[in-house]
């Protein structure tokens, strides 16, 4: 087997590889038929915004807690009920749609619903991960091609979603993601993995709660790089909600140009996706780290000055690679450097830094592209994750330091020889 597949030796991987990339795809429809369909209801670049943040914000509040349960319950059954939730909330947007009686405050809360969900969901699951695999070196090639995965849907889905809002409108694109979502629960019920040990401290959750801030941002190896992904989290996170405007006006397209152009940061990222998933070890990830975030702002920033339509989704391309090399690569290095007790509660920090703050940033966006429009909004957005990536990339001698000793205690890396 390539060394780039390494993880799908594990049969539990490869069953819930397939129904995780069903589900995926679904998520993505519903995305951007959502995103399409408040826009076309409202023209307002504010509300889109607060949809899109609806659908962020409590991850903010709830990933933290979701990772203390995560660490404490079976994540299996867990997992098996919040899917059962999400598909509830995908038929119950299907119906409404298809009944003409869907309003924006109907899309707004079950947006917030989803985002309930999601908080809940994406620890659990990165958490999960290590139970699926066999060797526990898989992890981080398990981690890469999950990344392959998100990104290649990140492409297809926008592309296919483009052409049933455009065949057959909204609703079959919620009432598809309603029913993929019945494939990954399926999914999890197929899936046999060994009983994990799981601790019981008698420690109150919030304490567990608070010593898990204390384990993440107590560390400098840890909190650079979640400050970094804060950072990254908040002011790229407005390139999708901001879109149907670039799309509409600047481009005078319609919802396959949208389509077209999410998928081109979804082509970007897998082609990113792809070199990650080919390393061998978490070595030299910092400096990559330094060089993708860079690459990504100031790939973003050149975008906003584009008005051909080729140019951006080249540089939407560049974006996207940028942007998924830094998150998967934190999140390598972080479930890497990880103790085991403690590791959903390390990936809800994750998803609370990079997805947890987006909804602000969409919120806060919103409201500033209404004042002095979408293309200068990511203008200054571009610059600022420009600015982080240098201010990482200047304290990275120090930051290599901190980890040193971990990844020594692992084997990771070896004491030079005298």
């Not at 050149?302 to 080729?310: E, R, V």
Request: aromatic share 12%.
């Amino acid at each position: 087997m390539h060394p780039a597949l390494r993880a799908f030796r594990s049969k539990n991987f490869r069953i819930f590889y397939a129904g995780q990339g069903l589900s995926l795809l679904g998520n993505w429809m519903q995305t951007v038929a959502m995103s399409w369909l408040v826009y076309r209801i409202t023209g307002s670049a504010l509300l889109l915004g607060v949809t899109a943040g609806a659908q962020q914000l409590p991850i903010l509040f709830f990933s933290p807690i979701a990772g203390v349960w995560a660490d404490r319950v079976n994540r299996r059954r867990l997992l098996m009920l919040i899917q059962t939730f999400a598909f509830v909330q995908a038929l119950t947007l299907a119906l409404l749609t298809f009944s003409d009686m869907v309003r924006v405050p109907h899309l707004i809360a079950l947006a917030l619903f989803l985002g309930v969900i999601t908080a809940f969901e994406t620890p659990t699951r990165q958490a999960f991960l290590l139970e699926l695999i066999e060797h526990r070196e898989d992890l981080p090639n398990a981690i890469a091609l999950q990344s392959l995965l998100f990104q290649s849907t990140r492409f297809v889905g926008p592309s296919v979603a483009g052409v049933v809002l455009a065949a057959f409108g909204e609703a079959w694109c919620f009432a598809l993601n309603a029913l993929f979502y019945l494939a990954i629960i399926v999914t999890y019920a197929v899936v046999r993995v060994k009983p994990r040990t799981r601790p019981d401290t008698g420690v109150e959750w919030w304490r567990e709660l608070a010593a898990g801030f204390a384990y993440a941002f107590g560390f400098t190896g840890t909190r650079r790089l979640l400050l970094l992904l804060t950072v990254m989290g908040f002011f790229t996170a407005p390139w999708s909600s901001l879109m149907p405007i670039f799309a509409a006006e600047t481009f005078s397209g319609n919802s396959r140009t949208f389509g077209f152009l999410i998928g081109a940061v979804g082509l970007g990222a897998i082609l990113g996706t792809f070199a990650l998933a080919a390393r061998s070890s978490v070595r030299g990830l910092g400096r990559v780290i330094a060089a993708a975030t860079v690459t990504a702002g100031i790939a973003l920033t050149a975008f906003s000055l584009s008005g051909t339509l080729w140019l951006s989704l080249v540089l939407l391309g560049f974006f996207g690679a940028g942007l998924v090399v830094t998150a998967a690569s934190i999140n390598t290095i972080l479930q890497t450097v990880a103790e085991e007790n403690r590791r959903a509660r390390i990936i809800s920090m994750y998803v609370m830094c990079f997805l947890g703050f987006a909804p602000i940033g969409n919120f806060t966006a919103g409201a500033l592209a209404e004042a002095i429009g979408a293309h200068w909004t990511l203008f200054g957005c571009g610059l600022i994750v420009v600015f982080a990536g240098g201010a990482f990339a200047l304290g990275l001698k120090t930051w290599a330091r901190a980890v040193r000793p971990v990844y020594l205690k692992q084997g990771i890396i070896r004491e030079p020889r005298s």
